[in-house]
């Protein structure tokens, strides 16, 4: 989960991560900044990481 306003890590750094490493997924939260979790944004956040969790293996590695 990456901000994409986010001025300390850009998202061009997600983008560089998500590449290296095997079965990530990378969600861009649009106006988000560094925080994305801040607020109301807690319950997107951690919504998408129950989904990342509960979603099979074998699903990630397809989609990766």
Do not use: Y
């Amino acid at each position: 989960l990456w901000g994409e306003k986010d001025i300390h890590t850009p998202v061009e750094m997600a983008e560089r991560f998500n590449k290296l490493i095997p079965n990530s997924q990378l969600k861009v939260l649009p106006g988000k900044d560094h925080e994305p979790f801040r607020d109301v944004g807690s319950h997107l956040c951690a919504a998408m990481i129950r989904e990342f969790l509960d979603e099979p293996a074998a699903a990630k590695e397809v989609s990766a």
